[in-house]
């Protein structure tokens, strides 16, 4: 197969052909979000179709069969990772064993590269197709995995649409597929109904806080953004909190609040993140995929991010472009704020979310100009990716 896009290759009609059984490994929430639209792409295709590995509820509600649960792999940084290093790895090699007795017809590894690559490599070298969900971000860190991608990838699934042309310029077949929560996200979102639907006031400025949704981001970010809440609560008694809690992580959550004094100022629902999004005027978060979500969503945002000491220097060596969160990426600028490890002080992180809540009254230009940048963003990547993916991984297996 050659280093090309497969989006407009004619695909032999799938009903006529034998059903495939897909092995998957999704790591952390987003992952499972991310393979549960895959899932429904490859079911329209193939309803007979049997899925199996690693994953997690939305996957399961799909007839996947999850020999481990997705939240085994979400480890956050290079120390968490080497402190379950062991489980990991003997999952890993459980799983390998399994796949290779089992032979799927192809192995989609969904993002967690650090987990997926690994495997990739192993399962093509016996034969069996290899398709990669999510391109790892060599552009940003880690420019050496190029190699391991190209030993053991037959084809990636990219969600951003300046990655095939890096990956063919290195011999790796990729398609742009768009991002699937563009295809969910509505184009304009009806704020007011979310509002209704949290019990919020109308009119009240909102501010919406998601901390993350792996324990180890609660334990180091969660609580430096709770003492911003308190900063931001204590100065602007008008402004209202809402926080979608991970259902596992709530208690955790509910506890560093008491301790910050904020039981009853912050609403905690179970889940709920694209209501709490579409319900606020901008967001305090972390960075990762949720902040994609809030930029789809053309609300302001501050990102912040902190990790163990060391996973910092190792990640930081590491990194090729100025930023961080995705917004920026996707835009190439600095189009919202990122305070990252010791500059996500409680101050810091509260004076910003201050410029945003004062932006509203004093420079309403600034916020109608980044809800255009991202409307345009949204644009961009907006694509039937279940659709484009299933034609991708058809034209895989029939290579």
């Not at 209202?240 to 509910?254: G, K, N, S, T």
């Not at 005027?281 to 053309?298: P, V, Y």
Request: glycine fraction near 6%.
């Amino acid at each position: 197969m050659t280093a090309q896009s497969l989006v407009g290759a004619t695909a032999t009609p799938a009903t006529a052909a034998k059903a495939p059984v897909v092995a998957m490994v999704a790591g952390e929430t987003s992952g499972d979000l991310l393979a549960a639209l895959l899932l429904d792409g490859l079911r329209s295709r193939w309803p007979a179709l049997k899925s199996l590995g690693i994953g997690g509820p939305r996957m399961s509600a799909r007839g996947f069969d999850a020999l481990w649960p997705s939240h085994k792999l979400s480890v956050l940084g290079y120390v968490d990772v080497l402190l379950h290093y062991r489980e990991i790895a003997t999952i890993r090699r459980q799983l390998l064993a399994q796949l290779l007795n089992r032979r799927p017809d192809v192995f989609v590894g969904v993002d967690a590269p650090d987990f997926n690559l690994a495997l990739h490599a192993r399962l093509r070298a016996a034969g069996i197709k290899t398709v990669q969900f999510v391109s790892p971000s060599i552009w940003a860190s880690r420019p050496g995995r190029i190699d391991q991608i190209k030993a053991g990838v037959d084809h990636v699934l990219c969600l951003f649409p300046f990655e095939p042309a890096l990956l063919a310029r290195h011999g790796v077949a990729a398609t742009f597929v768009g991002h699937p929560l563009a295809d969910m996200i509505p184009l304009q979102c009806d704020r007011a109904a979310a509002r209704l639907a949290l019990g919020l006031a109308p009119q009240a400025p909102v501010v919406a806080v998601l901390p993350g949704s792996r324990a180890s981001e609660i334990a180091y970010i969660a609580p430096r953004f709770f003492k911003a809440v308190a900063l931001i609560s204590r100065a602007r008694p008008e402004v209202r909190f809402v926080l979608p809690a991970v259902p596992a992580l709530r208690a955790e959550i509910e506890r560093l609040l008491h301790i910050e004094g904020l039981t009853g100022r912050v609403l905690v629902t179970d889940g709920q993140s694209h209501t709490a999004l579409a319900a606020c005027d901008l967001t305090l978060i972390a960075s990762g995929t949720a902040t994609l979500e809030a930029a789809l969503f053309k609300r302001p945002m501050v990102i912040a991010y902190r990790m163990n000491w060391l996973s910092w220097q190792l990640k930081g060596r590491r990194k090729t472009l100025p930023w961080v969160g995705l917004p920026n990426i996707l835009c190439r600028e600095f189009v919202v704020p990122e305070l990252l490890q010791d500059a996500a002080t409680p101050a810091a992180l509260a004076q910003a979310v201050f410029e945003w809540l004062d932006a509203f009254d004093s420079a309403p230009e600034k916020i109608r100009l980044l809800e255009e940048k991202f409307m345009q963003l949204h644009l961009q990547l907006r694509r039937d990716t279940a659709r484009l993916a299933s034609d991708a991984i058809q034209q895989v297996l029939e290579s």
